[in-house]
């Protein structure tokens, strides 16, 4: 189960591991480009807090899945509701496996930055309400079509969580958990946390 799946990249890589891929997007975008990513895998336009999950082996929530807004505040009663579905839904010996962005009052995130390529610009502005455990992406992108530039505006709203709390609602539904700064030898950006949760044999 990838839930959060995004444009279907780990979907695809999963596939061609071997898995049946179930993934699950909020957005339609998403979906569609990942309908043509990963044609092996089966995909549902869904938020993960209510896709029907069925018995699985492993369930990944890649790429700050979990703090984003877009279908509603993931407080901490609908995080705990999904884990006691995810609990439900994984075999004997499963994995969860997700990243979050995480709190620390030390070093509030903010700034901007851009990329660009031949006929493309996206500029993004990055700020963090520590009262309201919020970080704001607002993110501009410039297209380049029929000879004008095309400009979209989207802002995201995530949660940041405390790595802890998350931890211990893990251990709570009989997860075995451990938290990292990386994917094996695969480094995490600063504040973001990896847990792999795992289920007794």
């Keep these: 189960l990838d839930l959060g799946c995004g444009s279907g990249t780990f979907a695809r890589l999963a596939t061609e591991a071997g898995f049946e891929v179930l993934g699950a997007d909020l957005s339609p975008?998403?979906?569609?480009?990942?309908?043509?990513?990963?044609?092996?895998?089966?995909?549902?336009?869904?938020?993960?807090?209510?896709?029907?999950?069925?018995?699985?082996?492993?369930?990944?929530?890649?790429?700050?899945?979990?703090?984003?807004?877009?279908?509603?505040?993931?407080?901490?009663?609908?995080?705990?509701?999904l884990f006691a579905r995810i609990h439900a839904a994984l075999e004997p010996g499963g994995l969860l496996a997700f990243d979050v962005i995480v709190a620390d009052d030390r070093e509030?995130?903010?700034?901007?930055?851009?990329?660009?390529?031949?006929?493309?610009?996206?500029?993004?502005?990055?700020?963090?309400?520590?009262?309201?455990?919020?970080?704001?992406?607002?993110?501009?992108?410039?297209r380049e079509v029929d000879d004008h530039y095309r400009r979209s505006d989207e802002v995201h709203v995530v949660r940041v969580f405390e790595a802890s709390a998350l931890a211990m609602l893990l251990k709570a539904h009989g997860f075995e958990v451990e938290v990292s700064p990386c994917y094996g030898i695969y480094p995490l950006l600063p504040r973001r946390r990896a847990f792999l949760a795992h289920m007794e044999s």
């Design 108 to 142: 509030p995130m903010h700034g901007t930055n851009g990329r660009a390529g031949v006929d493309w610009a996206v500029i993004s502005a990055i700020s963090e309400d520590l009262d309201a455990g919020h970080l704001i992406r607002t993110i501009t992108a410039f």
């Design 29 to 81: 975008a998403m979906i569609e480009l990942a309908r043509e990513v990963a044609p092996q895998a089966e995909f549902r336009c869904q938020s993960l807090f209510d896709l029907a999950l069925p018995r699985a082996r492993v369930v990944t929530m890649l790429g700050e899945g979990l703090n984003y807004c877009a279908g509603g505040e993931p407080d901490d009663r609908r995080v705990d509701e």
